[in-house]
């Protein structure tokens, strides 16, 4: 448990390179115009073969309509250097039918300026990067991979992966609705850079990928960064039977999840903001409703608990800020991360946020890597049914979060295991000071092992045993 897990890293670094579509016919532009680049696409949607389109010209484009391809061929479309801009509320780039995608060299961005007061969302769905749309009866793995790509000033995702029927009203988190194909998602970036997106939308990630089938996600990130979404930077979920991978090195997460600003909904939240009631104390008619009139009531989260008996056991209403990034597996599948020479800082809500529901596990690996000053925990790892969670911490640190260094949590039948070794934590600032907490809920066994480890602000335990 001291090293890291070496298999898995090299294994998904395998999968994702075999992933890579094979390409062939070439499609060259020398024309620096939106019709020239739309011509070639729909020039390679109706080739019933893989397709490269090569971006020749010199000098950027501006488009007033999204360039979309409709084949179910693989498309590469390769720049060098030019930009793609848009003064409009419209995606950029969009891949309809599910085809593998293969984008490199290019910037694309939108007019910027968007907020939760000046919103891309209003009059139509608010506008993406690059979107990629699986088809309801897709089969395999559906790759994509971005290289040496700039996005940013979209209303929306920055970039958005869709195996969901609902489209962008699927949802997010373990529970989100929507069905899907029987596909899964290979997402590779390198160097990548994602910034002031989803600002324009409600929950608008940086990188979004929605799994709502039998399939898998694996995605590989490397030398990239995503700041400045208005949701999480980084946001995989996984609904179905498939595993949720991602090996994450040399990236950064900064200053994201800030589209419900704090200071503009603080005043709509009721004041006390959370109750307790004994049984058949307070009905549902006793307690504030939902909040409305702000500038996005979906900022304003509102949970009610009842007892057996209808009463209220508890409400509490908060603002919804997001993540760094947000891992979500609801199946019967795992999650499974390694993040390496990585940053994690600044979010405005927790750092890392990796929650498993079903009977698959956590196995998490954080080495050289920095979780600092987020709003909430640096690292939180939550499994609430019958899995095990295995940890590591190599080398890393977790500090002056607002709630909890680290967080490794088993809640059903399981066992924990976590290591941290030559690792720190210090002035981290929940209500408990705590640098790491392992709680092992049920049946199984916890343990926590500290290797030439300072954690500065103490440990919190809970069916765990320290080594």
């Given at each position: 448990?001291?090293?890291?897990?070496?298999?898995?890293?090299?294994?998904?670094?395998?999968?994702?390179?075999?992933?890579?579509?094979?390409?062939?016919?070439?499609?060259?532009?020398?024309?620096?115009?939106?019709?020239?680049?739309?011509?070639?696409?729909?020039?390679?949607?109706?080739?019933?073969?893989?397709?490269?389109?090569?971006?020749?010209?010199?000098?950027?484009?501006?488009?007033?309509?999204?360039?979309?391809?409709?084949?179910?061929?693989?498309?590469?479309?390769?720049?060098?250097?030019?930009?793609?801009?848009?003064?409009?509320?419209?995606?950029?780039?969009?891949?309809?039918?599910?085809?593998?995608?293969?984008?490199?060299?290019?910037?694309l961005t939108g007019p910027g300026g968007w907020t939760v007061e000046n919103r891309g969302d209003i009059?139509?769905?608010?506008?993406?990067?690059?979107?990629?749309?699986?088809?309801?009866?897709?089969?395999?793995?559906?790759?994509?991979?971005?290289?040496?790509?700039?996005?940013?000033?979209?209303?929306?995702?920055?970039?958005?992966?869709?195996?969901?029927?609902?489209?962008?009203?699927?949802?997010?988190?373990?529970?989100?609705?929507?069905?899907?194909?029987?596909?899964?998602?290979?997402?590779?970036?390198?160097?990548?850079?994602?910034?002031?997106?989803?600002?324009?939308?409600?929950?608008?990630?940086?990188?979004?990928?929605?799994?709502?089938?039998?399939?898998?996600?694996?995605?590989?990130?490397?030398?990239?960064?995503?700041?400045?979404?208005?949701?999480?930077?980084?946001?995989?979920?996984?609904?179905?039977?498939?595993?949720?991978?991602?090996?994450?090195?040399?990236?950064?997460?900064?200053?994201?999840?800030?589209?419900?600003?704090?200071?503009?909904?603080?005043?709509?939240?009721?004041?006390?903001?959370?109750?307790?009631?004994?049984?058949?104390?307070?009905?549902?008619?006793?307690?504030?409703?939902?909040?409305?009139?702000?500038?996005?009531?979906?900022?304003?989260?509102?949970?009610?608990?009842?007892?057996?008996?209808?009463?209220?056991?508890?409400?509490?209403?908060?603002?919804?800020?997001?993540?760094?990034?947000?891992?979500?597996?609801?199946?019967?599948?795992?999650?499974?991360?390694?993040?390496?020479?990585?940053?994690?800082?600044?979010?405005?809500?927790?750092?890392?946020?990796?929650?498993?529901?079903?009977?698959?596990?956590?196995?998490?690996?954080?080495?050289?890597?920095?979780?600092?000053?987020?709003?909430?925990?640096?690292?939180?790892?939550?499994?609430?049914?019958?899995?095990?969670?295995?940890?590591?911490?190599?080398?890393?640190?977790?500090?002056?979060?607002?709630?909890?260094?680290?967080?490794?949590?088993?809640?059903?039948?399981?066992?924990?295991?976590?290591?941290?070794?030559?690792?720190?934590?210090?002035?981290?600032?929940?209500?408990?000071?705590?640098?790491?907490?392992?709680?092992?809920?049920?049946?199984?066994?916890?343990?926590?092992?500290?290797?030439?480890?300072?954690?500065?602000?103490?440990?919190?335990?809970?069916?765990?045993?320290?080594?």
């Amino acid at each position: 448990m001291g090293t890291p897990n070496k298999t898995l890293l090299t294994s998904t670094a395998v999968a994702l390179c075999l992933a890579a579509p094979a390409l062939a016919e070439t499609l060259t532009v020398t024309e620096a115009s939106e019709a020239a680049i739309t011509d070639a696409l729909a020039a390679a949607a109706a080739s019933d073969s893989a397709s490269t389109v090569v971006l020749a010209f010199e000098g950027d484009v501006e488009i007033t309509a999204p360039l979309s391809y409709d084949g179910q061929s693989a498309l590469a479309l390769i720049g060098n250097g030019q930009t793609i801009s848009t003064a409009k509320n419209v995606t950029l780039l969009a891949a309809t039918q599910g085809a593998d995608m293969h984008v490199a060299g290019l910037t694309l961005t939108g007019p910027g300026g968007w907020t939760v007061e000046n919103r891309g969302d209003i009059d139509g769905a608010a506008a993406k990067g690059i979107f990629v749309d699986l088809r309801d009866d897709q089969t395999g793995t559906v790759s994509f991979v971005a290289e040496d790509v700039t996005l940013s000033g979209v209303a929306g995702y920055g970039i958005h992966l869709s195996d969901c029927t609902l489209a962008d009203d699927c949802g997010g988190g373990q529970t989100g609705d929507g069905d899907g194909s029987e596909a899964g998602i290979s997402v590779t970036l390198r160097n990548v850079t994602i910034e002031d997106v989803g600002n324009g939308t409600f929950d608008g990630d940086g990188l979004r990928v929605d799994e709502r089938g039998p399939g898998a996600i694996a995605a590989m990130i490397t030398g990239s960064s995503v700041s400045r979404a208005g949701a999480d930077g980084i946001e995989l979920d996984e609904g179905g039977a498939g595993d949720n991978t991602a090996v994450v090195i040399d990236t950064s997460l900064v200053d994201n999840g800030a589209y419900c600003a704090p200071a503009l909904f603080e005043d709509a939240i009721p004041d006390p903001d959370e109750v307790e009631f004994e049984e058949g104390e307070a009905a549902e008619s006793d307690i504030p409703g939902p909040v409305t009139g702000t500038a996005d009531d979906s900022c304003v989260e509102r949970e009610v608990d009842l007892y057996d008996d209808g009463s209220v056991e508890a409400y509490e209403f908060g603002i919804d800020l997001d993540d760094g990034i947000d891992f979500d597996e609801g199946g019967a599948g795992s999650v499974h991360a390694v993040f390496l020479r990585s940053t994690i800082s600044n979010n405005l809500d927790e750092g890392v946020d990796f929650d498993e529901a079903g009977t698959g596990g956590i196995d998490v690996q954080f080495i050289d890597t920095v979780a600092e000053g987020n709003t909430d925990d640096g690292y939180k790892n939550s499994e609430e049914d019958a899995g095990s969670v295995t940890g590591l911490m190599l080398r890393s640190s977790a500090t002056a979060n607002g709630g909890k260094g680290a967080v490794f949590e088993e809640e059903g039948d399981g066992d924990l295991s976590v290591t941290a070794e030559a690792s720190a934590t210090a002035n981290n600032d929940d209500s408990d000071d705590t640098g790491i907490e392992a709680v092992q809920e049920d049946a199984g066994t916890g343990e926590l092992t500290l290797i030439d480890s300072d954690i500065a602000d103490g440990t919190d335990l809970e069916g765990v045993e320290a080594q």
